[in-house]
């Protein structure tokens, strides 16, 4: 099916670990994103690449990498995990420039204990 | 920072009633975007709006925007159950971003 596709969909973390999360999207979409969504903060917007080969930050970066590794897939690593970063985290995909709404995957839940 | 802000945070109605929510931002927008979050998954894009727009339908569902006011509304018309859900309102500046608020948690009692 068509989508936005995250793995792993759960993940347990000790402090200090490192993991990647992978992104796939199948609809040639141009932008890609990554968010985390904790309770009562809504989604905030980690990082983002509007097009293949750029990435810039959001409003929480800090702790993270991303690498928009072609047009379809976008990884976010987090090189030494802390419990502030356990969370839901979310990508999402879309054209771009205002054209239509974002497609999310399904997201994964990390816990970094 | 939060750009949309949603109101109420939470709303509980009985089925067969209208639900109406609302979302406030604080600069100028390109379009305005809404979404529904069933518990446990991730979100669903419902309908976009665009500044130059003041009113958007599909289906059971009618958006409003009033730029000079900067705030939009979502009526669901003759609720279902399966409307049960979170509803966020995200807007779209310039830089390619999308800001969300942090929702209305909709409830609709059987």
């Known amino acids: 099916n068509a989508g936005v596709t995250q793995t792993p969909k759960f993940q347990v973390l000790k402090t200090g670990q490192s993991m990647t999360l992978q992104c796939a999207q199948d609809m040639n979409h141009n932008s890609m994103y990554w968010y985390r969504q904790d309770p009562g903060m809504g989604l905030r917007l980690i990082y983002y690449s509007a097009s293949e080969g750029t990435t810039d930050k959001g409003e929480v970066p800090n702790g993270y990498n991303v690498s928009r590794l072609n047009k379809r897939e976008f990884s976010l690593r987090l090189e030494s995990a802390a419990p502030s970063q356990t969370s839901v985290y979310f990508c999402?995909?879309?054209?771009?420039?205002?054209?239509?709404?974002?497609?999310f995957g399904s997201g994964t839940r990390l816990t970094v204990v | 920072s939060q750009q949309g802000e949603e109101d109420p945070q939470a709303l509980s109605i009985q089925e067969g009633e209208n639900a109406t929510m609302n979302c406030s931002y604080k600069?100028?927008?390109?379009?305005l975007q809404w979404y529904r979050q069933n518990s446990g998954r991730g979100l669903v894009h419902l309908i976009l709006i665009r500044s130059n727009e003041r009113e958007k339908h599909s289906g059971r569902l009618r958006v409003t925007l009033d730029t000079s006011k900067k705030s939009s509304s979502l009526l669901i018309t003759a609720s279902r159950a399966a409307d049960t859900a979170s509803y966020f309102c995200a807007t779209d500046s310039r830089d390619d971003k999308i800001i969300f608020g942090k929702g209305t948690r909709l409830h609709i009692l059987p």
């Open positions: 999402a995909s879309s054209y771009g420039q205002g054209e239509g709404g974002y497609t």
């Open positions: 600069t100028s927008i390109n379009n």
